[in-house]
T-cell receptor, first 112, second 113 residues
Framework: NAGVTQTPKFQVLKTGQSMTLQCAQD?????MSWYRQDPGMGLRLIHY???????DQGEVPNGYNVSRSTTEDFPLRLLSAAPSQTSVYFC???????????FGQGTRLTVV | LAKTTQPISMDSYEGQEVNITCSHN???????ITWYQQFPSQGPRFIIQ???TKVTNEVASLFIPADRKSSTLSLPRVSLSDTAVYYC??????????????FGTGTRLLVSP
């Protein structure tokens, strides 16, 4: 049982580059979300999705795009990376029955 | 949006009971209270959830008074491995009925020998 899988685990980008952070879950959860966590800080919600084809913005959506074509996958796209996007990114899926969120192991992103 | 307030940090010693209180004055009728634990370099992990009164599992207890404006996470006999950040969340029911999970800054618990 893999749970929530994020790839890559580490990534270094140059300013202006674009990339996609992958997130997949095998629990058939409808709700998925992306967070970023800066050093010593709490998690901030970037985008979330309540099902395939439905996404919405969280607290800090600027500079990021998402789409949800399947229940399993919820990729996060950085359109033009900036040093301010250096952070650890966590993907989560939520069991709507149990209201329990399951998190991936995170992607540590550095933008130089 | 129900906002939560927690202490920034707490210190304890091995074997002691630790109580972390969270204030949520604007909690809505349909909101649940959930606590997560996060170790360094890992994603948060669900600990316990409740709606009212007391909930207990193998890890912790959650005490919620009748007015639900606060809650207390109780960790019995902590060990060094309980050193982590603890987050209190209050469910934010979106238009679709799903909870939008919003984390605060959490409480950093340090357990010493």
């Amino acid at each position: 049982n893999a749970g929530v899988t994020q790839t890559p685990k580490f990534q270094v980008l140059k300013t202006g580059q674009s990339m996609t952070l992958q997130c997949a879950q095998d629990m058939n959860h409808e709700y998925m979300s992306w967070y970023r966590q800066d050093p010593g800080m709490g998690l901030r919600l970037i985008h979330y999705s309540v099902g395939a084809g439905i996404t919405d913005q969280g607290e800090v959506p600027n500079g990021y795009n998402v789409s949800r074509s399947t229940t399993e996958d919820f990729p996060l796209r950085l359109l033009s990376a900036a040093p301010s996007q250096t952070s650890v990114y966590f993907c989560a899926s939520l069991s709507d029955r149990l209201h329990e969120a399951f998190f991936g192991q995170g992607t540590r992103l550095t933008v130089v | 949006l129900a906002k939560t307030t927690q202490p920034i940090s707490m210190d304890s010693y091995e074997g002691q009971e630790v109580n972390i209180t969270c204030s949520h004055n604007n909690i809505a009728t349909n909101d649940y209270i959930t606590w997560y634990q996060q170790f360094p370099s890992q994603g948060p992990r669900f600990i316990i959830q409740g709606y009212k009164t007391k909930v207990t599992n193998e890890v912790a207890s959650l005490f919620i008074p009748a007015d639900r404006k606060s809650s207390t996470l109780s960790l019995p006999r902590v060990s060094l491995s309980d050193t982590a950040v603890y987050y209190c969340l209050v469910g934010d029911i979106g238009n679709t009925g799903f909870q939008k999970l919003v984390f605060g800054t959490g409480t950093r618990l340090l357990v010493s020998p």
